[in-house]
């Protein structure tokens, strides 16, 4: 596969991506500027998108939008049951108390993946589909302390060969020593100034609990974000809050499962 094709097929992603975010139809142009790739390589894609069907274009209004057929080819995947009904509910719940961003996050390779967000009012938000590293994230802590070392060490090495953390700065004994630290706790809060690689808001913090999914779904996380004097202040209300919605999760999977299957805290 040459330079070019990858690359096209990134952008492809990234057109996706932008749709998701704003969901609603977009020219030409605006989708563009806001991805900062020349028009003529991105009007050739969306042209594409439209021929394989996973695009429509509206000729009136010179605007595109993704297309039925792309809400079908991940529809097998069936997160989005469980994740858009009890777990969104209880986001919004979560925010409302909080009155400050919420995510949910998933484990993906050596990353963790914020794969929903709903903006808080004070302005630090994460964009959906960002990225951290799990060995430099409290979140990711949080799963690594739950698996088998075996695996917990593979995920640190991968990450030390993939030129994204060096062996020097952050040591195989310093990583053993976080999953001791989170071994033991529901709940972490970290502030980002104890990393290694700089976030978008240095001056953020995260409150995160793993919370109940069922058997054969992926992990979730859910946490509460924002700057990290705030977050103090109410540090003791957002746990009780958190260890209220994994309950209520927790009982709302048993009612839905037969007795013998119960739900997960990976």
Known sequence: MTKKSVKSAERVFQILEHFARTREPARLSEVANSLEHPVSSVSALLKCMVDQGYMTFDDRTRRYMPAARIAHLGSW????????????????????????????????????????????????????????????????????ARCDLSEALSIYRRTIEAGELRREEF?????????????????????????????????????????????????????????????ETKRAHIYQMLRSITATLEEKLAEQMPAEAAPTVE
């Open 171 to 231: 040591s195989e004994t310093d990583f053993l020593k976080k999953l001791v630290e989170h071994r033991e706790k529901e709940i972490s809060f970290v502030h980002a100034r104890e990393l290694l690689r700089p976030t978008a808001h240095w001056g953020a913090a995260m409150i995160s609990t793993i919370i109940p999914t069922p058997p054969g779904h992926r992990g979730l996380a859910m946490g509460v974000h924002g700057l990290a004097e705030r977050l």
């Open 77 to 144: 995947l069936n997160f989005d049951d469980y994740e858009q009904t009890a777990v969104l509910e209880a986001m919004y719940r979560l925010r409302e108390t909080a009155n400050e961003s919420i995510v949910l996050a998933t484990p993906n390779d050596i990353y963790l993946e914020y794969i929903d967000t709903l903006h808080g009012w004070e302005g630090i938000n994460i964009r959906r589909g960002t990225r951290r590293l799990l060995v430099q994230n409290g979140t990711g802590w949080l799963f690594l």
